[in-house]
């Protein structure tokens, strides 16, 4: 199949109330592990990557290796950009065959996010590319914040509101209490924050930072109009885990394809996981 686009799946999601797996990739391995778990759950899927994964990997791989993935795949699967907070760069990945983009101005005064913002979907739309961006502040769990501190990162309802009808952006990623990378404590989720925005914005809801978010946590907030759930630390955590078991049951192992290889299929298990905990399994 050919790639599709966020926006794509997140109307059908939006239709049968379930939320799309995005999950983050940054070598063959993640892309294969992704779209096998896609497969064995007859799931539409995002794949995504970070600037960092594209510094990595090099946008015509990362391009490249999803492109045929994709194209063998039996499920739909889109190619998304995570975190876009460099202009170029989103148009780079634009041309370059990217059919989703996250525009991240949320470090921005809110006029100068709303016109980046803005000047994105202006682009894309032209080319039939779907657009995600950012209001409040995800952040980081190693970010040492006070409470209060929080509160004030957290996305304002009013403000999405007029956010995304001034944009015309096509899903909106809400700071409603969750954080990037592994917690240090149990993430409380604003639910009545998410509510309000809800009630308030009428496009799909993306929700950053999911790994290490309890299970139930999730469910609710999809059930409270959470369309795309982000996945990265989960991934890493559970190739580091397939590499180490090899390594430590098998010092003398040198063959990388020994080792990435039960890597590869740790990082499958738990993508299956979370698209059946997302309720996306065979939704195809
Ligand atoms: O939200 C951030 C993702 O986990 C990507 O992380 O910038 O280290 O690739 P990265
Ligand atoms: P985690 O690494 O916390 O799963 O967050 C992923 C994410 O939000 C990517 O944009
Ligand atoms: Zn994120």
Redesign the pocket.
């Known amino acids: 199949m050919s790639l599709v686009t966020v926006k794509e799946l997140l109307q059908k999601a939006e239709k049968g109330g379930y939320a799309v797996g995005?999950f983050?990739c940054n070598n063959m391995e993640i892309v294969q592990a992704i779209v096998q778990a896609a497969e064995a759950e007859n799931a539409p899927v995002i794949i995504?990557a970070?600037q960092g994964a594209i510094k990595y990997a090099g946008l015509d791989f990362i391009v490249g290796l999803v492109n045929i993935a994709a194209g063998k795949a039996t499920v739909p699967v889109a190619l998304h950009l995570?975190?876009g907070t460099d202009f170029v760069q989103v148009v780079r990945c634009i041309k370059s065959g990217f059919t989703s983009v996250?525009y991240d101005g949320s470090k921005l005064p809110l006029e100068e996010n709303i016109m980046m913002t803005k000047k994105v979907v202006e682009i894309a739309q032209a080319v039939g590319v779907s657009t995600e961006a950012e209001l409040g502040k995800?952040g980081g769990?190693e970010d040492d914040v006070r409470v209060s501190d929080k509160e004030a990162m957290m996305t304002d309802p009013q403000e999405a509101k007029v956010f995304a009808e001034s944009t015309g952006v096509d899903a909106l990623?809400v700071a409603i209490g969750?954080?990037?990378?592994?917690y240090k404590f149990e993430p409380k989720l604003d639910f009545a924050r998410l509510v309000k925005i809800k009630e308030l914005v009428d496009i799909p809801i993306v929700?950053?930072?999911?790994?290490?978010v309890p299970d139930q946590d999730i469910k609710k907030a999809i059930s409270l109009g959470v369309r795309k759930v982000?996945?990265?630390?989960?991934?890493?955590e559970a190739f580091v885990r397939g590499v180490h078991e090899v390594v430590r049951n098998k010092p003398q192992e040198i063959d990388p394809r020994k080792i990435l290889g039960p890597a590869k299929e740790k990082m499958a298990e738990i993508i299956r996981e979370k698209i059946r905990l997302f309720g996306s399994s065979g939704k195809a």
Request: charged share 10%; no cysteine.
């Open positions: 995005a983050n995504q970070s995570d975190h996250m995800i769990t990623a969750t954080a990037h990378g592994q929700l950053h930072g999911s790994s290490g982000n996945i990265d630390t989960n991934i890493r």
